[in-house]
Structure formats: structure tokens, C-alpha cells
């Protein structure tokens, strides 16, 4: 009975560290005029988030745009005008 009350307790921790939501889908794109443009991702009609990330995996991005991708991020930043996100990893969402 123990063991069994163990594993609900653990199942529900581990349930809740995990409910929050640490990616966006949506659409690979470039925002701003140049030079001064960064890589996006498109959510839906209104809701664009810019990517924070290295060079190299800004280039890689910029060769991807028009794709419809899942970017799994490590914190998101809104404390400016533009929703910045911490770029984790990607993958190409097959639809």
C-alpha cells in the first residue's frame, strides 16, 4: 500500500514539473527591415515571437523559413516590446 501511495505522490510531481507547455509551433520567419532583422516564429495572426539564439543556429533558421516548426525553448522573455524566446532545440512539424 505504501509503495502504491509512493508512486501517486511521485507520478504527481513529476506530472506537474512537467505541465508546462516549453515550446511553440508555428511558422519559421525573418521580422524587421534590414539589416536590422531577426528570425521568428510565427504563432498564429498576432502572435510573433523572436528567436534568441547563436549565430549558427540563426543561419540554420534562416535557411528554414516558411517551415512550420516546433521550438522548444528555455525561457521567454517579454519584458521588452517584441516576446523573445531562449532558443533550446527544433523540429520540423510534418503535416
Do not use: H, W
Not at 65 to 71: A, P, T
Amino acid at each position: 500500500m505504501k509503495s502504491i501511495l509512493a508512486l501517486l505522490i511521485m507520478m504527481g510531481i513529476f506530472e506537474g514539473c512537467s505541465a508546462g507547455k516549453k515550446y511553440v509551433e508555428g511558422t519559421i520567419c525573418k521580422v524587421g527591415n534590414e539589416p536590422f532583422t531577426e528570425m521568428a516564429i510565427q504563432v498564429d495572426a498576432y502572435t510573433i515571437y523572436t528567436i534568441t539564439a547563436d549565430k549558427k543556429i540563426l543561419n540554420e533558421l534562416e535557411k528554414q523559413q516558411g517551415y512550420r516548426m516546433k521550438i522548444f525553448y528555455s525561457k521567454i522573455d517579454s519584458s521588452a516590446g517584441t516576446k523573445k524566446i531562449v532558443f533550446k532545440t527544433s523540429e520540423v512539424i510534418n503535416e
